[in-house]
């Protein structure tokens, strides 16, 4: 059984290096046309709503590829790691409890990487701004290729005297915790949980989630490796609340002039009917300075996206998406849309509208394994992507 899992790891690893890289988009949300803030409710949740982890418990290991028709929209590299796991509770105010505790280590994780200069601690400095998919390419080039007399983008701070005193929880302990974990538990194809045995009733989710993203884009002259660390929890799978924190390592190809920074998202999706989703997400919710090598700064800013999604039927999943609904970045905003068919276990069927780009794509589960296929037109430029996840 060891020997097994060890060549089921080893033969996902060779599907994500075999060709350029990942789609940083994601197979499954991209043929949808990108309607997804209001679903992720799988590894793909750090890019489209990080809330989206605490759906669906399960560990899953996802990646996907370009296999064609590499163009300037789309990033190359993404591979994820959800872990999500139940505990039987009492009642909704243990789960806030829980939130709470999660929330506190965020807050100190932010404040440390804030004190060490990486992390932003306010808005509105006067930098050039960009949208977190745009190059910062030209921008960089115009301030200088000044990179033999660098300065180091991370600024350190003197450190704090310790007062021997720490932060105590004002919670208390949360007592009666089970972990509940069924690796038979339903993907997004599956049935209801009435059909198949299990109600979430009185069960909160935690979940973790760890994401890379790769973009080696030539024409855009930037190379970017985005690395993610999310939570999120939810409640009965009704209401999911979920963080990013994102480490940007940046490059400029033509002249090896470096950047770094880092940057916060977060994002919710609501489910006031059974078959009835919202979801939320800001990202960059702090706009993220990226201080480069050679003096320059510029700055992603804050986008919003909003979106909607209804199962009219079991079967069938229909989502709207508003992206950049604030017009942020002198960009209007883009409309979305998607259908996604389930007619029998194991095989999704999916059409969507990206902006004004028609997409379309399917999956089909072989015992742990689920494969994502996904083809964008439009200003996609007929770009095919593969993914394949593991469920553990």
Same mark, same amino acid.
């Given at each position: 059984?060891? +020997? *097994?899992?060890?060549?089921?790891?080893?033969?996902?690893?060779?599907?994500?290096?075999? +060709?350029?890289?990942?789609?940083?988009?994601? /197979?499954?949300?991209?043929?949808?046309?990108? @309607?997804? %803030?209001?679903?992720?409710?799988? /590894? &793909?949740? /750090?890019?489209?709503?990080?809330?989206?982890?605490?759906?669906?418990?399960? #560990?899953?290991?996802?990646?996907?590829?370009?296999? %064609? &028709?590499?163009?300037? #929209?789309?990033?190359?590299?993404?591979?994820?790691?959800?872990?999500?796991? $139940?505990?039987?509770?009492?009642?909704?105010? $243990?789960?806030?409890?829980?939130?709470g505790a999660i929330s506190a280590l965020a807050v100190d994780t932010a404040q440390y990487l804030g004190e060490q200069g990486i992390l932003k601690k306010n808005w509105g400095r006067n930098v050039q701004k960009s949208s977190r998919e745009e190059s910062m390419a030209e921008q960089v080039k115009e301030y200088g290729d000044n990179a033999t007399e660098s300065i180091n983008p991370i600024k350190t701070r003197e450190k704090k005297v310790d007062d021997n005193t720490s932060r105590k929880s004002i919670f208390g302990p949360i007592q009666n915790l089970t972990i509940n974990f069924n690796s038979s538990r339903r993907s997004y194809w599956d049935h209801p949980y009435s059909k198949d045995g299990y109600e979430p009733y009185n069960k909160a989710q935690f979940a973790l989630g760890l994401t890379y993203l790769h973009d080696n884009n030539p024409n855009l002259d930037e190379n970017r490796n985005w690395y993610t660390l999310s939570l999120a929890s939810g409640w009965e799978e009704r209401i999911a609340v979920g963080g990013n924190i994102n480490a940007y390592d940046l490059q400029i190809i033509s002249n090896g002039i470096k950047g770094f920074g880092a940057g916060i998202d977060v994002g919710v999706i609501a489910k006031p009917l059974q078959n009835f989703s919202l979801g939320l997400v800001a990202k960059e919710i702090l706009t993220t300075d990226i201080n480069w090598q050679n003096g320059a700064q %510029?700055?992603? $800013?804050?986008? #919003?996206?909003?979106? @909607?999604?209804?199962?009219?039927?079991?079967?069938? %999943?229909?989502?709207?998406?508003?992206?950049?609904?604030?017009?942020?970045?002198? *960009?209007?905003?883009t409309k979305h849309y998607g259908i996604e068919f389930r007619p029998i276990r194991g095989l999704a069927l999916r059409a969507g509208l990206c902006d004004n780009s028609k997409t379309a794509g399917a999956s089909i589960g072989i015992y742990n394994f689920v494969i994502d296929y996904a083809y964008l037109g439009g200003e996609f430029n007929k770009t095919q992507i593969i993914g394949v996840t593991y469920k553990i």
């Amino acid at each position: 059984m060891k +020997s *097994k899992n060890i060549k089921i790891f080893l033969l996902i690893i060779m599907i994500l290096l075999c +060709s350029t890289s990942f789609a940083y988009f994601g /197979a499954r949300p991209m043929g949808m046309g990108g @309607a997804f %803030t209001a679903i992720a409710d799988d /590894a &793909n949740a /750090a890019h489209w709503n990080p809330a989206g982890f605490a759906l669906n418990p399960g #560990v899953d290991i996802t990646g996907s590829t370009l296999l %064609t &028709n590499r163009n300037d #929209v789309m990033g190359d590299n993404f591979a994820s790691i959800k872990l999500c796991y $139940e505990a039987n509770m009492s009642s909704p105010f $243990e789960w806030i409890f829980g939130i709470g505790a999660i929330s506190a280590l965020a807050v100190d994780t932010a404040q440390y990487l804030g004190e060490q200069g990486i992390l932003k601690k306010n808005w509105g400095r006067n930098v050039q701004k960009s949208s977190r998919e745009e190059s910062m390419a030209e921008q960089v080039k115009e301030y200088g290729d000044n990179a033999t007399e660098s300065i180091n983008p991370i600024k350190t701070r003197e450190k704090k005297v310790d007062d021997n005193t720490s932060r105590k929880s004002i919670f208390g302990p949360i007592q009666n915790l089970t972990i509940n974990f069924n690796s038979s538990r339903r993907s997004y194809w599956d049935h209801p949980y009435s059909k198949d045995g299990y109600e979430p009733y009185n069960k909160a989710q935690f979940a973790l989630g760890l994401t890379y993203l790769h973009d080696n884009n030539p024409n855009l002259d930037e190379n970017r490796n985005w690395y993610t660390l999310s939570l999120a929890s939810g409640w009965e799978e009704r209401i999911a609340v979920g963080g990013n924190i994102n480490a940007y390592d940046l490059q400029i190809i033509s002249n090896g002039i470096k950047g770094f920074g880092a940057g916060i998202d977060v994002g919710v999706i609501a489910k006031p009917l059974q078959n009835f989703s919202l979801g939320l997400v800001a990202k960059e919710i702090l706009t993220t300075d990226i201080n480069w090598q050679n003096g320059a700064q %510029t700055r992603y $800013e804050m986008t #919003v996206n909003l979106g @909607a999604a209804i199962n009219p039927i079991d079967e069938l %999943t229909i989502s709207f998406d508003g992206h950049n609904i604030f017009s942020q970045n002198n *960009k209007n905003m883009t409309k979305h849309y998607g259908i996604e068919f389930r007619p029998i276990r194991g095989l999704a069927l999916r059409a969507g509208l990206c902006d004004n780009s028609k997409t379309a794509g399917a999956s089909i589960g072989i015992y742990n394994f689920v494969i994502d296929y996904a083809y964008l037109g439009g200003e996609f430029n007929k770009t095919q992507i593969i993914g394949v996840t593991y469920k553990i």
